[in-house]
């Protein structure tokens, strides 16, 4: 069973540029999450979709956003990058159960890097 | 929201043990630990849910006490392979579920 799959690995943008990471979630789980992760800071939440609807919502600017497609696929987009943007941007699915208590799983990451 | 990790760094010889706890201000259904290794993707460890439980895995176990919104991972005779960041991952509801992880714990073990 394929795990977690993100694409691109490794990107650089310059600021003021927008950037879109995907994400391919396990076969059969209908949930995907997005984090960022800096040095310091762990893994910020940005948001939560399932079944195409965002469900929560992190912290982040509005420049942070992200959809999800009928196959589960998810993709995450930047705009207007700033600095701050580098990160690890990490994509994590669980099975479609709503209860608490799933296990998630997480992709390897895209790693952006804004100059 | 962020839960909050201690300690945030400790180094350990081969075969000590080690404790890294994991404290959240919001009432918790579930918590999460995951370790990650320098440019992987963090780990799945245990989930523990509410009740108390402690679960185990090899040598590492933990502890979830929900009136106290904490929790403690827990690792027995330590060994070269658990070196890595340690994450807890908090499972909140806030019109839905999700989980918000800590700064991490860096561990390093040394022969």
């Known amino acids: 069973k394929a795990g977690v799959t993100q694409t691109p690995r490794y990107l650089i943008k310059t600021r003021g540029q927008q950037v879109t990471l995907s994400c391919s979630p396990i076969s059969g789980h209908r949930s995907v999450s997005w984090y960022q992760q800096t040095p310091g800071q762990g893994l910020q939440f940005l948001f939560e979709y399932f079944s195409e609807t965002q469900r929560n919502k992190g912290n982040f600017p509005g420049r942070f956003s992200g959809r999800q497609f009928s196959n589960s696929r998810s993709e995450m987009n930047v705009s207007t990058l700033e600095l701050g943007d580098s990160a690890l941007y990490l994509c994590?699915?669980?099975?479609?159960?709503?209860?608490?208590?799933?296990?998630?799983?997480f992709g390897e990451g895209s790693w952006l890097t804004v100059v | 929201q962020q839960p909050v990790q201690s300690p945030q760094a400790v180094i350990l010889r081969e075969g000590e043990d080690a404790v890294i706890n994991c404290s959240s201000s919001?009432?918790?259904?579930?918590v999460h630990w995951y370790r990650q290794k320098h440019g992987e993707a963090p780990v799945f460890l245990m989930i523990l849910l509410k009740g108390g439980e402690q679960k185990g895995h090899e040598k590492i176990s933990a502890s979830f006490n929900e009136k106290k919104q904490q929790s403690s991972l827990y690792l027995t005779a330590s060994q070269l392979s658990y070196s890595g960041t340690y994450f807890c991952?908090?499972?909140?509801?806030?019109?839905?579920?999700?989980?918000?992880f800590g700064a991490g714990t860096r561990l390093f073990v040394k022969a």
């Open positions: 991952g908090t499972e909140i509801y806030t019109g839905g579920f999700k989980t918000i």
């Open positions: 994590a699915s669980k099975s479609h159960d709503p209860a608490p208590g799933n296990t998630i799983y």
């Open positions: 919001k009432a918790l259904y579930s």
